[in-house]
């Protein structure tokens, strides 16, 4: 069974998550169409990052399955990096290698993982950098630049990989408001290209503008979905009521 | 240079300044071999306590329990007991043990002489400090960028190689320079087996010229000079392998 892009690209079905006594995830199913803009919102604590690291591997699931174009994550005879090189992931703490310079950090991964020519590899961080707005900034430290600069070469550093799909953790969770919309500008013009995005976001605005659907998680479990514009304002469940009668 | 030898003699016969090691050859000859031979012994020291605290830090990390407790019994056995009582466990309990073999002349000559001893000791003395400072430095390295790294696609090798050594590395540098300079200075406990390194040479020659004043000063300033210089070695290193703004 090969896959094809008009079938979901993210496949996650009914999947558990435990860490020790405490289920975190108590069956999440979700359908990610290839080129969709995906948000996930919900309370801290309601399993939002772990749902998302199960589509990358970092974390295990113990129960139901999670397929990334066609291919099974948990499968133990999956090829586990070449899983990660179509998913990259952005955090909310950026996560930069503070020993290399931003063009170093975007340069990096395509070096080493890929084995691609340092040429070309070169020429293509130096326009991705442009492309988060930064150029001019390539032989700065991370330690250097500012929370929101730091997270769009984080962004720059994922998509040197060329991935088919960008997972989003509260990537604007530790920035200044100010420098909040530089990131989320960067992510909109992603989406805008077709990139596939799954976002975990506290970001309502940015969810309402970009979001082909969104998903509200609470308890390890999605208490409700629907494209934006229904969600916001006409919820359902109490729950999405109650939440967001908070954040909105 | 004659000049200045005859200068030396003449601070001799007219001040009563007594630095023999200028102007008299032989003296000359054997405080260069001292000095020669406390380098010798302290590179070889550096090198392999290095290493030990390299490996061992490795096997700290180890799936097996029982050389996770190994180290930790060899750490604690080094950490615990003075260095001069190991350097003599080793001479004269573990090479005392050693079978002798007939050299040229047909005397009867230990398997390794005192030098040896006084390496393997002071490596062991040094190494189990290093290992300490190796794990601290690895333990220093967030989870988080490792993380990234993973998600990058990079393999375990990888993330060792180009991200958590050189992070914990640099972590680990300022106690490691202080361990390194403390071993440099330990090598002088070699005098008490009879390794012909520096303090043993310089009283060697203020019992034959009894210049014991001039002697111990000239001691002192060879070992600030020694220091000095390696100092200003390692902290040339920290400044190339410094992360502009990181911690700030
Ligand atoms: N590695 C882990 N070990 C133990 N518990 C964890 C771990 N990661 C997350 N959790 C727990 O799982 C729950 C959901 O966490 P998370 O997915 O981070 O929620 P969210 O991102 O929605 O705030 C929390 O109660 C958290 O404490
Ligand atoms: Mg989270």
Same mark, same amino acid.
């Given at each position: 069974?090969?896959?094809?892009?008009?079938?979901?690209?993210?496949?996650?079905?009914?999947?558990?998550?435990?860490?020790?006594?405490?289920?975190?995830?108590?069956?999440?199913?979700?359908?990610?169409?290839?080129?969709?803009?995906?948000?996930?919102?919900?309370?801290?604590?309601?399993?939002?990052?772990?749902?998302?690291?199960?589509?990358?591997?970092?974390?295990?699931?113990?129960?139901?399955?999670?397929? +990334?174009? $066609?291919?099974?994550?948990? %499968?133990?005879?999956?090829?586990?990096?070449? *899983?990660? =090189? &179509? #998913?990259?992931?952005?955090?909310?703490?950026?996560?930069?290698?503070?020993?290399?310079?931003?063009?170093?950090?975007?340069?990096?991964?395509?070096?080493? +993982?890929? $084995?691609?020519?340092?040429? %070309?590899?070169?020429?293509?961080?130096?326009? *991705?950098? =442009? &492309? #988060?707005?930064?150029?001019?900034?390539?032989?700065?430290?991370?330690?250097?630049?500012?929370?929101?600069?730091?997270?769009?070469?984080?962004?720059?550093?994922?998509?040197?990989?060329?991935?088919?799909?960008?997972?989003?953790?509260?990537v604007t969770a530790a920035l200044d408001p100010e420098t909040v919309k530089e990131?989320?500008?960067?992510?909109?013009?992603?989406?805008?290209?077709?990139?596939?995005?799954?976002?975990?976001?506290?970001?309502?605005?940015?969810?309402?503008?970009?979001?082909?659907?969104?998903?509200?998680?609470?308890?390890?479990?999605?208490?409700?979905?629907?494209?934006?514009?229904?969600?916001?304002?006409?919820?359902?469940?109490p729950r999405t009521k109650e939440f967001l009668s908070h954040v909105l | 240079m004659e000049t200045v030898w005859e200068w030396f003699r003449w601070l001799d016969k007219t001040h009563g300044i007594d630095l023999s090691?200028?102007?008299?050859?032989?003296?000359?000859?054997?405080?260069?071999?001292?000095?020669?031979?406390?380098?010798?012994?302290?590179?070889?020291?550096?090198?392999?306590?290095?290493?030990?605290?390299?490996?061992?830090?490795?096997?700290?990390?180890?799936?097996?329990?029982?050389?996770?407790?190994a180290v930790g019994a060899f750490i604690q056995f080094f950490r615990n007991t003075p260095p001069l009582v190991q350097l003599y466990f080793f001479y004269f309990a573990i090479g005392g043990m050693l079978p002798k073999f007939a050299d040229a002349s047909g005397m009867a000559s230990p398997l390794f002489g005192s030098f040896f001893w006084a390496a393997v000791s002071l490596s062991l003395f040094g190494g189990a400090f290093n290992i300490e400072i190796f794990r601290a430095g690895i333990e220093a390295v967030p989870r988080a960028t490792i993380e990234a790294a993973e998600s990058l696609g990079f393999s375990k090798g990888q993330i060792f190689r180009l991200v958590a050594f050189p992070l914990a590395l640099r972590f680990s540098l300022r106690a490691l320079n202080n361990n390194m300079v403390n071993l440099v200075k330990t090598t002088s406990l070699a005098y008490a087996i009879g390794v012909p390194e520096l303090l043993y040479v310089s009283a060697q020659i203020w019992s034959d010229q009894l210049n014991t004043r001039e002697m111990m000063t000239l001691l002192l300033f060879s070992y600030v000079g020694l220091v000095g210089a390696m100092v200003?070695?390692?902290?040339?290193?920290?400044?190339?392998?410094?992360?502009?703004?990181?911690g700030q």
């Open positions: 069974m090969t896959w094809t892009a008009d079938q979901p690209i993210v496949k996650i079905f009914d999947v558990h998550k435990s860490f020790g006594k405490t289920e975190v995830l108590k069956g999440v199913s979700m359908d990610v169409a290839a080129g969709e803009v995906v948000c996930i919102i919900g309370p801290s604590g309601s399993g939002k990052s772990t749902l998302l690291r199960c589509i990358n591997a970092l974390a295990v699931i113990d129960q139901g399955s999670v397929q +990334v174009e $066609g291919q099974e994550v948990h %499968d133990p005879d999956l090829d586990q990096l070449a *899983l990660r =090189r &179509k #998913v990259g992931m952005v955090f909310q703490q950026y996560n930069l290698f503070p020993h290399k310079t931003a063009l170093q950090n975007v340069m990096m991964a395509p070096l080493h +993982v890929l $084995g691609e020519k340092r040429g %070309d590899v070169e020429a293509r961080a130096r326009e *991705l950098m =442009r &492309k #988060v707005r930064l150029a001019g900034k390539e032989n700065h430290y991370p330690g250097e630049l500012s929370g929101g600069q730091q997270q769009r070469v984080a962004i720059a550093r994922s998509l040197a990989m060329r991935p088919d799909i960008m997972l989003f953790d509260e990131v989320l500008v960067t992510i909109r013009d992603l989406a805008l290209e077709g990139m596939t995005c799954i976002l975990v976001t506290h970001e309502m605005g940015f969810a309402r503008e970009v979001a082909d659907h969104v998903y509200f998680t609470d308890h390890g479990v999605i208490v409700e979905h629907g494209p934006p514009e229904i969600l916001f304002s006409q919820p359902q469940d | 090691v200028f102007y008299d050859t032989g003296d000359r000859h054997r405080f260069l071999m001292g000095f020669l031979t406390t380098i010798l012994l302290s590179l070889t020291c550096l090198m392999s306590s290095l290493a030990i605290g390299f490996i061992g830090a490795w096997a700290q990390q180890s799936q097996w329990r029982w050389a996770r407790l200003w070695g390692m902290h040339r290193l920290e400044r190339a392998l410094r992360m502009p703004g990181y």
